[in-house]
């Protein structure tokens, strides 16, 4: 069958999830109805998802840094391919808005460059300062994200050999004020168990990674709603990571393997309690892109969401979190991906997208 393009008329019939609903269900000028349309085509049947999220993806990056144009196409396409059709792009040396003019790519919220302690993150990937510079750092990532900010909160401290964060609770107070009063939220990387504690009394809106979190930080978390995305396909390198410092870090080698350990019992301590958990691949620096299925299956098998929270948060509660519309009620945008069995029975069916509807245009 050949693709469907913008601006055409067709139908597709099957369960819409997440309500279960079996329903005909129509793409006219790009948006969902629900409305006969007579002379609308079938493309696809089967079990109707609103386009999955990769809710921590890097869009412009590999791990040398910044890719050129043709690279990020390619990324691009390889999440698309895979049925995200969002992205939190959660930390990009690249200019990516280009792929903003392009209705077969997917969505991407940005959020600026990594804002990172200098000479203590990845070469090429941030924005490096000192503390005294960090609200200014902020306010400029605001102002070129769409809503977010990306701190890096810890990394490896060099001098002592282990995990330390990156800047004190007085530095952080004030810049996460200032990216709230510009209308942005602020997530952080973070692996380790000292940096948490401040970021979560400063007001941080999101952790990634998250496996040094204690109970009681858990707790609070919860109680606030601040959001965590564990990124648990990326965490199964945390033994690589060790092995590569081992030689000259061994503390810090023996410290990544402990949170490795451990972190499946810390991550379903944070699902248990009840922390809003989000899908992210962690794609672009160091994992390929298209990962989207793997990671809502790990959030299933690992961290002990059940299929229906592990689909959400990868699709219509992430969506809904990211600001996006999040179901397919009528006039909402036909951003779909269709399968041809119910995935919320085996999450091993997204891994093969029967149709994929992007801006009401079948894509792939």
């Known amino acids: 069958m050949s693709p469907v393009r913008k601006g055409q008329r067709f ?29 609308a ?5 089967g079990f109707i998802v609103p386009g999955l999220v990769d809710a921590h993806c890097h869009v412009g990056l590999d791990a040398a840094g910044a890719v050129p144009p043709e690279v990020q196409e390619e990324q691009a396409i390889a999440d698309r391919n ?49 503390p005294h510079e ?3 750092a902020v306010a400029e990532q605001a102002r070129r994200g769409d809503g977010w900010v990306k ?5 490896i401290d060099r001098e002592v050999g282990d995990l330390r964060p990156c800047w004190p609770r007085e530095a952080l107070e004030p810049a996460i004020a200032k990216a709230h009063e510009l209308g942005a939220r602020v997530t952080a990387h973070v ?23 204690s109970a009681d930080l858990i707790a609070t978390m919860a109680e606030r709603g601040v959001a965590l995305v564990p990124t648990r396909r990326q965490i199964d390198n945390f033994p690589s990571y060790a092995d590569q410092g081992q030689a000259k870090f061994p503390t810090y080698a023996a410290h990544m393997r402990a949170l490795y350990s ?30 989207i299925a793997t990671e809502i299956r ?64 079948v894509v792939a």
């Open 298 to 361: 790990l959030l299933h098998e690992r961290v002990g969401l059940s299929t229906f929270d592990a689909l959400g948060a990868g699709s219509w509660r992430a969506r809904e979190w990211l600001g996006v519309p999040s179901g397919l009620s009528e006039g909402a945008p036909a951003d779909f991906v269709v399968y041809e069995s119910n995935p919320l029975d085996d999450l091993r069916v997204l891994d093969a997208p029967a149709r994929i509807v992007l801006r009401g245009a």
């Open 82 to 130: 895979a049925g995200t059709l969002l992205i939190r792009d959660a930390g990009s040396a690249a200019d990516t808005r280009w792929i903003d003019k392009r209705d077969d790519l997917p969505r991407i919220v940005r959020a600026g460059r990594h804002i990172a302690r200098r000479k203590r993150y990845i070469r090429n990937y941030g924005v490096e300062i000192e």
């Open 134 to 136: 960090l609200v200014d």
């Open 262 to 291: 451990r972190a499946d019992t810390t991550l379903r301590a944070a699902a248990e309690a009840g922390v809003p958990i989000y899908a992210g691949t962690d794609a672009g620096g160091f994992l390929p892109h298209g990962l």
């Open 11 to 39: 139908r597709v019939r099957g369960v819409v999830l997440p309500e279960g609903t079996h329903r005909d269900l129509y793409v006219v000028d790009g948006r969902v109805t629900f409305a006969p349309v007579s002379d």
């Open 41 to 45: 085509d079938t493309v696809a049947s």
């Open 191 to 213: 692996f380790g168990e000292d940096a948490p504690a401040d970021l979560i009394a400063a007001g941080i809106d999101c952790i990634e990674h998250g496996t040094g979190l």
């Open 151 to 155: 701190i890096v909160a810890d990394w």
